[in-house]
Nanobody
Protein backbone atom coordinates (compact mmCIF):
# COMPACT_ATOMS: atom_id res chain seq x y z
CA UNK A 1 0.00 0.00 0.00
CA UNK A 2 1.51 3.29 -1.10
CA UNK A 3 1.80 5.90 1.63
CA UNK A 4 2.82 9.52 1.34
CA UNK A 5 3.68 11.48 4.46
CA UNK A 6 4.30 15.22 4.30
CA UNK A 7 6.25 17.24 6.82
CA UNK A 8 7.95 20.59 7.15
CA UNK A 9 5.00 22.94 7.25
CA UNK A 10 4.72 25.75 9.74
CA UNK A 11 4.42 29.47 10.33
CA UNK A 12 6.79 31.80 8.53
CA UNK A 13 6.96 35.53 7.89
CA UNK A 14 6.52 36.98 4.44
CA UNK A 15 9.76 36.76 2.51
CA UNK A 16 10.85 33.67 4.40
CA UNK A 17 11.44 30.10 3.30
CA UNK A 18 10.28 26.61 4.14
CA UNK A 19 11.13 23.17 2.81
CA UNK A 20 8.43 20.56 2.65
CA UNK A 21 9.20 16.86 2.52
CA UNK A 22 7.12 13.97 1.25
CA UNK A 23 8.26 10.52 2.30
CA UNK A 24 6.95 7.79 0.00
CA UNK A 25 6.70 4.12 0.90
CA UNK A 26 4.96 0.93 -0.10
CA UNK A 27 5.70 1.02 -3.80
CA UNK A 28 8.22 1.31 -6.61
CA UNK A 29 8.14 4.90 -7.71
CA UNK A 30 10.40 4.96 -10.75
CA UNK A 31 7.41 5.31 -13.10
CA UNK A 32 5.55 7.86 -11.01
CA UNK A 33 5.21 11.57 -11.32
CA UNK A 34 5.17 13.21 -7.93
CA UNK A 35 3.24 16.41 -7.44
CA UNK A 36 2.65 19.09 -4.87
CA UNK A 37 -0.76 20.69 -4.60
CA UNK A 38 -2.22 23.22 -2.19
CA UNK A 39 -5.61 24.26 -0.94
CA UNK A 40 -6.26 27.58 0.73
CA UNK A 41 -9.34 28.19 2.88
CA UNK A 42 -12.42 28.65 0.73
CA UNK A 43 -10.55 27.83 -2.48
CA UNK A 44 -10.20 24.81 -4.70
CA UNK A 45 -7.11 22.67 -4.58
CA UNK A 46 -4.53 23.85 -7.09
CA UNK A 47 -1.47 22.38 -8.71
CA UNK A 48 1.89 23.70 -7.53
CA UNK A 49 4.67 21.59 -9.05
CA UNK A 50 5.53 18.10 -10.25
CA UNK A 51 8.61 16.01 -10.93
CA UNK A 52 9.16 12.77 -12.79
CA UNK A 53 10.67 10.38 -10.33
CA UNK A 54 13.18 8.73 -12.62
CA UNK A 55 14.04 11.45 -15.13
CA UNK A 56 13.76 14.39 -12.80
CA UNK A 57 11.94 16.66 -15.24
CA UNK A 58 9.93 19.35 -13.51
CA UNK A 59 6.96 21.63 -14.15
CA UNK A 60 5.62 24.53 -12.09
CA UNK A 61 2.51 26.61 -11.77
CA UNK A 62 3.10 30.18 -12.92
CA UNK A 63 2.30 31.47 -9.44
CA UNK A 64 5.33 29.74 -7.91
CA UNK A 65 7.77 29.65 -10.82
CA UNK A 66 11.10 31.13 -9.77
CA UNK A 67 10.28 30.90 -6.06
CA UNK A 68 9.62 27.20 -5.47
CA UNK A 69 11.81 24.25 -6.40
CA UNK A 70 10.72 20.62 -6.47
CA UNK A 71 13.32 17.90 -6.16
CA UNK A 72 13.63 14.27 -5.14
CA UNK A 73 16.07 12.00 -3.40
CA UNK A 74 15.62 8.58 -4.94
CA UNK A 75 17.73 6.88 -2.26
CA UNK A 76 15.46 8.23 0.46
CA UNK A 77 12.21 7.91 -1.52
CA UNK A 78 11.52 11.52 -0.63
CA UNK A 79 10.28 14.48 -2.63
CA UNK A 80 10.96 18.04 -1.52
CA UNK A 81 9.41 21.41 -2.15
CA UNK A 82 11.74 24.29 -1.37
CA UNK A 83 9.67 27.43 -1.01
CA UNK A 84 11.40 30.82 -1.04
CA UNK A 85 10.11 34.39 -1.02
CA UNK A 86 6.89 33.25 0.57
CA UNK A 87 3.94 35.62 0.71
CA UNK A 88 0.57 35.44 2.49
CA UNK A 89 -1.07 34.17 -0.71
CA UNK A 90 0.98 30.99 -0.33
CA UNK A 91 -0.88 30.13 2.89
CA UNK A 92 -2.56 26.76 2.37
CA UNK A 93 -2.52 23.10 3.22
CA UNK A 94 0.10 21.51 0.96
CA UNK A 95 -0.40 17.99 -0.31
CA UNK A 96 1.96 15.53 -1.89
CA UNK A 97 0.54 13.19 -4.54
CA UNK A 98 1.71 10.38 -6.80
CA UNK A 99 0.57 9.83 -10.38
CA UNK A 100 1.26 6.56 -12.17
CA UNK A 101 -0.34 7.27 -15.53
CA UNK A 102 0.13 10.52 -17.41
CA UNK A 103 -3.06 12.49 -17.84
CA UNK A 104 -4.97 10.49 -15.28
CA UNK A 105 -5.95 11.58 -11.78
CA UNK A 106 -3.28 11.29 -9.15
CA UNK A 107 -3.44 7.88 -7.56
CA UNK A 108 -2.24 8.54 -4.03
CA UNK A 109 -2.35 11.52 -1.69
CA UNK A 110 -0.76 12.46 1.58
CA UNK A 111 -2.59 13.93 4.54
CA UNK A 112 -1.29 17.45 3.99
CA UNK A 113 0.83 19.89 5.93
CA UNK A 114 -0.18 23.44 6.87
CA UNK A 115 1.85 26.38 5.64
CA UNK A 116 0.98 29.78 7.06
CA UNK A 117 2.70 32.95 5.89
CA UNK A 118 2.20 36.04 8.00
CA UNK A 119 2.36 39.53 6.55
Amino acid sequence: QVQLVESGGGLVQAGGSLRLSCAASGGTFSSYRMGWFRQAPGKEREFVARIHWSGGSTFYADSVKGRFTISRDTAKNTVYLQMNSLNPEDTAVYYCAAQLRWGMPYDYWGQGTQVTVSA
